[in-house]
């Protein structure tokens, strides 16, 4: 039975005895959650977008200064691929640290909790319960996704701070060392968005760049 957005019951919990799994309407009532997707809200939106305007402001700082590397140029796009997936580790692990206080962790733990809370009782679990369980479960999801976008903001920030300081601007790479087509410090919001996203965007830019233009 499914209430709400992402209640389902009954689970299914392991029969140590007989070593299978045996529905939990068959043993004890319960309540189970079904994942749910959320949108994130816009206040987590705006957090996101607006830690990358701080790194690109600091990155523009950095260029403007001079204090800048050398522009790094990779012989050919596999170099520039495989320094991206380097870039994009090293800012993921700087990353991990402070997760912790992203948002979500509570709405999380509240949801948890609950589930505990119901599952361990005996009784029946009542239209209350799964209400109430169904409204946590929603909190949960919109609090992933507000912590999934604001982790994007601060990972593409740092990146584009550390992408103008160390000389490495993706399309510069990428089109090669005489190519202006747009100015440094842009290049760096632009890479440093590419390493907040993830790796698979930047496979499938080297892939295209290797492949070279569409035949018409």
Known sequence: MTVGDGIAAPPVNADPAAG??????????????????????????????GLIAVGAVAGWIVWRSGASAAKIQPEDTTGVFLTLLVFAAAVERIVEPFSRWLPGRAAEAALSQAMTDVNSRVDVPTDADREAIAVATAKAARAKANRTIVAWGLASGLATVASSAGGFYVLHAVAGGDWNGVAVWVDAVVTGVMVGSGTKPLHDLITRAQNGPPSP
């Open 20 to 49: 299978t799994a045996t529905a939990r309407s068959e043993q004890e009532p319960g309540l189970s959650v079904v994942t749910a997707s959320q949108q994130a809200s816009p206040g987590a939106v705006v957090a996101g977008f």
